[in-house]
């Protein structure tokens, strides 16, 4: 069974640019999460899909992040513009379960960025 | 004061030695506890869940001491493979599973 992949690995784009994170989770998963972290943090909550639904975006940093699960399956985060402190790793995980009562959460490899 | 906070390391020890880490949580009503491991530029991986009475799995014990608000983990028989950073995560909220920055753990032969 495919794991939670995550494309691109690795993106380097200017200040000011966009760019479009992808998160396929495992299927049959309906609990979709992304967190970041960035160099020398933990690793952070950004917001937990529940199929399509928003169910938890407390974590986005502000409004220059957009997520979106259309049709519930794949998920997409955008960062329009980016700035130099979104460089980080990007992480999706997906759990068939709440993952704040079983803690399974099923990550992909990340997707790293870094902004100059 | 951080919402979970584990001493960085890293942590050497010598292949078969015990080794334990410790982690701190400040939201005294968060109800799950887990340890996570990632290996070097790799994802994180749920290792063991914690429960209230302590529960071990092969040479992992976790404990869960929830007056003083902190976990721990023990690793007998250290091996090679054991080699990676131990996160400490605790729910915060409804959705919200919150990372500690990790424990480093080098076994050396």
């Known amino acids: 069974e495919a794991g939670v992949t995550q494309f691109p690995s690795h993106s380097v784009i200017e200040k000011g640019q966009t760019v479009t994170l992808r998160c396929d989770p495992i299927?049959?998963?309906?609990?979709l999460y992304w967190y970041r972290r960035v160099m020398g943090k933990e690793i952070k909550f950004l917001l937990h899909?529940?199929?399509?639904?928003?169910?938890?975006e407390s974590g986005m940093p502000n409004n220059r992040f957009l997520a979106e699960r259309t049709g519930g399956t794949y998920s997409t985060l955008k960062v329009q513009p980016a700035e130099l402190e979104d460089s980080g790793v990007y992480f999706c995980?997906?759990?068939?379960?709440?993952?704040?009562?079983?803690?399974?959460?099923?990550f992909g490899e990340g997707s790293r960025l870094t902004v100059l | 004061r951080k919402e979970v906070e584990q001493d960085p390391g890293p942590f050497n020890v010598p292949e078969g030695a015990t080794v334990a880490f410790n982690c701190t949580y400040s939201?005294?009503?968060?109800?799950?506890f887990f340890w996570y491991r990632q290996d070097c530029r790799k994802e994180p991986k749920l290792l063991m869940s914690?429960?209230?009475s302590g529960n071990e799995d092969g040479r992992f014990t976790a404990q869960l001491n929830r007056a003083s608000q902190y976990i721990s983990l023990l690793i007998r028989d250290s091996k090679l493979s054991d080699s990676a950073t131990y996160l400490c995560?605790?729910?915060?909220?409804?959705?919200?599973?919150?990372f500690g920055k990790g424990t480093m753990l080098l076994v050396s032969p």
């Open positions: 939201n005294s009503a968060s109800q799950s």
């Open positions: 995560v605790v729910n915060q909220g409804y959705s919200t599973l919150t």
């Open positions: 299927s049959g998963h309906d609990n």
């Open positions: 914690v429960y209230s």
């Open positions: 995980a997906s759990s068939l379960r709440l993952a704040v009562n079983t803690g399974e959460l099923f």
């Open positions: 899909f529940v199929k399509e639904s928003k169910q938890d």
